[in-house]
């Protein structure tokens, strides 16, 4: 298995070629390698990412099969079940590298921002759970000048939420943190714009491999 940092410039490799409009031969090929995966999976790479349908996250790394495990949540969000699933990955497969991907202009992260400037009353309990996860990154930006800013309130929040989700994989599970410490796992946040299809990798990257 690739360490972290491999992992993390396949990734970059992968975003400029989707930004150029290249596509790799193995990632169009990718179906005839349906195959050889039926034994088993080496993905390089955990994603945790956005349910937006403009942020699939094989197409914006231009992956192809048995490249990425991912796991999709509006908002990006970290419960039990997305630790189980990056624990799971990180242990059965020895994927090290695990990317938390916010997005621009991320309708979660919005609608937690106008929860929290205009409450609602009959919000659906399973909707709020995802809010509720969010608030914690946004609360601290209301109480600045940014709350009369809606759209750089809403850009600093989604980085935000990255870093919150990024710090409970870090932090919030005894199975990560060993591997952390010991197996050279790293979990680093990063945000996708789409307006210009970039992924700007902002959190938990050491500064000389920017
Ligand atoms: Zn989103």
Redesign the pocket.
Known sequence: MISAQQALERLREGNRRFVSGVRSVDAIMGQTQRKELVAGQHPFAVILG???SR?PVEIVFDQGLGDLFVIRV???IVAASQIGSVEFAAEQFGTRLVVVL??SR????QATVDELQRPTENQSRNLRSIVDHIRPAVEGLLTTDLRRDPEALVQQAVRANVRVSANSLRHGSGVLQELIQRQGLRVVGAEYSLETGVVDFFDGVPVTSQ
């Open positions: 956005c349910s937006d942020v509006a908002g990006n916010g997005h991320c309708g979660a992260v």
